[in-house]
């Protein structure tokens, strides 16, 4: 038989682990079988199989999978030249869009995750790895605003960092599960405005770039956050 291609390899994965994903948010990964993959995926149960061998095998990958792109587009973001109040307001562009209305699959998916954690010790470990990643890349980011006198020297960064991975996958849960009451395009400022206000220093900001003010002498200053 002629040798697949490694993009027709690559295109084929894609292809069952888009299916997977649609199977696990629409029915969770408990009541999903490898069978209604297959009939969601239109390949073979030998076409599955030889990728994956099995439900749990499936599940690991996608959630490796979003977690290697997330970090990548977000370290990508961060270490271009550039105020860190524009690339912090695009990364906050980026979450909200994960919350629209097309892309709640993959935050259901994400509550499987957090969910099923509890219940296998690879898919907790998994998990643990995905947290500690986006824990590492939190705190560099909060440090390397803090050397730059975007957040007030007086917080704690490792706290902080938890706390906005803890006040991310909160809004991903209740948005996930249809218990958010407040619109994202309400929701996006409120979260600037309580991050900015908790965290960046008088001078500067970085979530938005403070306001111009006039002084009473005429001149110009930065308004606080």
């Known amino acids: ?55 749990e095998e499936l599940f690991l990958a996608i959630c490796d999978e979003r977690n290697d792109q997330t970090l990548a587009y977000l370290n990508d973001l961060f ?29 259901r998916v994400n509550v ?36 730059e006198g975007e957040i007030r020297a007086d917080v704690d960064i490792a706290a902080a960092a938890e706390l906005m991975m803890m006040l991310n996958e909160g809004i991903l849960l209740l948005s996930s599960v249809g218990l958010r009451k407040v619109s994202l395009d309400a929701l996006k400022p409120a979260y600037v405005s309580l991050l900015n206000a908790g965290l960046s220093s008088p001078s500067s900001a970085m979530f938005t770039s403070p306001p111009v003010l006039a002084t009473p002498n005429g001149f110009h200053s930065k308004g606080g956050a």
């Open 1 to 55: 038989m002629p040798k697949i291609s490694a993009a027709h390899e690559q295109q084929r994965r894609a292809q069952i682990l888009q299916a997977a994903m649609a199977c696990f948010a629409r029915q969770g990964y408990r009541a999903t079988s490898m069978d209604d993959v297959v009939r969601e995926s239109g390949l073979s149960v030998g076409a599955i199989y030889s990728y994956f061998a099995s439900k």
């Open 79 to 107: 270490r271009r030249p550039g105020p860190m109040a524009d690339k912090t307001r695009t990364a906050v562009d980026y979450f909200f869009t994960l919350l629209s209305d097309e892309l709640l699959t993959l935050a």
């Open 112 to 147: 499987e995750f957090m969910t099923e954690a509890g219940k296998s010790e690879p898919i907790r470990a998994r998990q643990e790895r995905r947290c500690e990643s986006v824990r590492q890349f939190m705190r560099w980011l909060l440090s390397e605003a803090q050397q």
